[in-house]
T-cell receptor
Framework: AQSVSQHNHHVILSEAASLELGCNYS??????LFWYVQYPGQHLQLLLK????DPLVKGIKGFEAEFIKSKFSFNLRKPSVQWSDTAEYFC???????????WGLGTSLAVNP | SQTIHQWPATLVQPVGSPLSLECTVE??????LYWYRQAAGRGLQLLFY??????ISSEVPQNLSASRPQDRQFILSSKKLLLSDSGFYLC????????????FGPGTRLTVL
């Protein structure tokens, strides 16, 4: 069955530290890839997405992600985190023509000031 | 611009009582609509999705049902709530073939006592 794995469940960083959150999926065909973020008390919102083209995609608030097809990965990165990046981060994948968005379990990020 | 509304924001219900959660979308026509349940540490579970009025697909057999009486209205219901129905319920919408970005509402926190 198709699945999405987020390797880090809880991450704690200090401000200005670099961030990389891992996301791997299990599907060998065409995928649409997403990172969503849920700030405390706010809606789940789109951070960035990849459908095709340049595998390095840039999103809001300085985040970026790189699609590596050979590794079935879509890792999220930010060079320097801020306290306001404290949130829950979810990776999600559409696999082929399947209309069901497959979600990772999420990574809780806490950034200490 | 498109907006999505959910109500109520929070709900406390006794076991065995009925449930009705409503979701409406503004600013778009013929959206795909989704109901998810989000549990801490368990990601998002797709419950139902709809591609049009009266068209509902159920992903998980359970105590809940969904209806779409109007193009931009999606309702989640139960005749008799169980303790296990407690959770955070999210409505989302998308357009197109159903593999594009999903946009989420603010959610309803349901507690069944």
């Amino acid at each position: 069955a198709q699945s999405v794995s987020q390797h880090n469940h809880h991450v704690i960083l200090s401000e200005a530290a670099s961030l990389e959150l891992g996301c791997n999926y299990s599907y060998g065909g065409t995928v649409n890839l997403f990172w969503y973020v849920q700030y405390p008390g706010q809606h789940l919102q789109l951070l960035l997405k990849y459908f095709s083209g340049d595998p390095l995609v840039k999103g809001i608030k300085g985040f970026e992600a790189e699609f590596i097809k050979s590794k079935f990965s879509f890792n999220l990165r930010k060079p320097s985190v801020q306290w306001s990046d404290t949130a829950e981060y979810f990776c999600a994948v559409f696999a082929g023509n399947n209309r069901k968005l497959i979600w990772g379990l999420g990574t809780s990020l806490a950034v200490n000031p | 611009s498109q907006t999505i509304h959910q109500w109520p924001a929070t709900l406390v219900q006794p076991v065995g009582s009925p449930l009705s959660l409503e979701c409406t979308v503004e600013g778009t026509s013929n959206p795909n609509l989704y109901w998810y349940r989000q549990a801490a540490g368990r990601g998002l579970q797709l419950l139902f999705y709809s591609v049009g009025i009266g068209q509902i697909s159920s992903e998980v057999p359970q105590n809940l049902s969904a209806s779409r009486p109007q193009d931009r209205q999606f309702i989640l219901s139960s005749k008799k709530l169980l303790l296990s129905d407690s959770g955070f319920y999210l409505c989302a919408w998308s357009v197109g073939q159903g593999t594009d970005t999903q946009y989420f509402g603010p959610g309803t926190r349901l507690t069944v006592l």
